[in-house]
């Protein structure tokens, strides 16, 4: 049988359509959070981050949004590009609770031409 | 400027051997890390060094252990390597602690046979 938690969630879009990737965090006390990308062999490249006093930030072709409410963290791509496909990952900083980043485990974007 | 560069890229072990995963930033950054990412899993710390001359205890240390050379290095060692220990091993740094972004290196990919 497959291990539990070998396999990440897969989002697969067709190239020029928007993308969105989820985060659920664990901590209501989080202060920071970023979004990573990480291609098949690399590190992982710092994207885009927000602070817990904002709920979007824009950058290039990047929105993140946040809602504390629900403990939510999205990313959204606009015109998804096959440069695109990638593991993402989201990471929240525990501040307080022995103060530490702790990453997600990724979702694999597959972009589709 | 090359950001964070990890020494070597691939390393394939013995049970029982010890080697050192070398790590050097050239961003002035006083804080650096080591990760291991396991596949499925989101990446553990298993030590960091919050400035020049101090060392901690991540989330997985067993087995390990870390050497704060200067501002610039900080390096890796495993005594007796284990399977268990098959990895890749991320080097990271920021600014200033947990509550800033992380920059990661390229990674070495360790099999311990």
């Known amino acids: 049988g497959e291990s539990v938690g070998l396999h990440l969630p897969t989002l697969s879009v067709q190239e020029g359509d928007n993308s969105i990737i989820n985060c659920a965090y664990s901590n209501s006390a989080s202060d920071y959070f970023i979004w990573y990308k990480q291609e098949s062999g690399k590190g992982p490249q710092f994207i885009i981050d927000?602070?817990?006093?904002?709920d979007k930030r824009q950058g290039q072709r990047v929105t993140v949004l946040l809602n504390k409410t629900v403990k939510h963290l999205s990313l959204q791509i606009a015109a998804t590009q096959p440069g695109d496909s990638a593991v993402y990952f989201c990471?929240?900083?525990?501040?307080?609770?022995?103060?530490?980043?702790?990453f997600g485990a990724g979702t694999i974007l597959r972009v589709k031409s | 400027n090359a950001g964070v560069t990890q020494t070597p890229k691939f390393q394939v072990l013995k049970t029982g051997q010890s080697m050192t995963l070398q790590c050097a930033q050239d961003m002035n950054h006083n804080s650096m890390y080591w990760y291991r990412q396991d596949p499925g899993m989101g990446l553990r710390l298993i030590y960091y060094?919050?400035?020049?001359?101090?060392?901690d205890k991540g989330e997985v240390p067993n087995g390990y252990n870390v050497s704060r050379l200067n501002k610039r290095e900080f390096s890796l060692r495993l005594e007796s390597a284990a399977p268990s220990q098959t990895s890749v091993y991320f080097c990271?740094?920021?600014?200033?602690?947990?509550?800033?972004?992380?920059?990661f290196g390229p990674g070495t990919r360790l099999l311990v046979l």
């Open positions: 060094s919050a400035s020049e001359g101090t060392t």
């Open positions: 990271a740094n920021a600014r200033a602690g947990f509550g800033e972004t992380q920059y």
């Open positions: 927000i602070r817990s006093n904002m």
């Open positions: 990471a929240e900083h525990w501040r307080g609770y022995g103060n530490k980043l702790v």
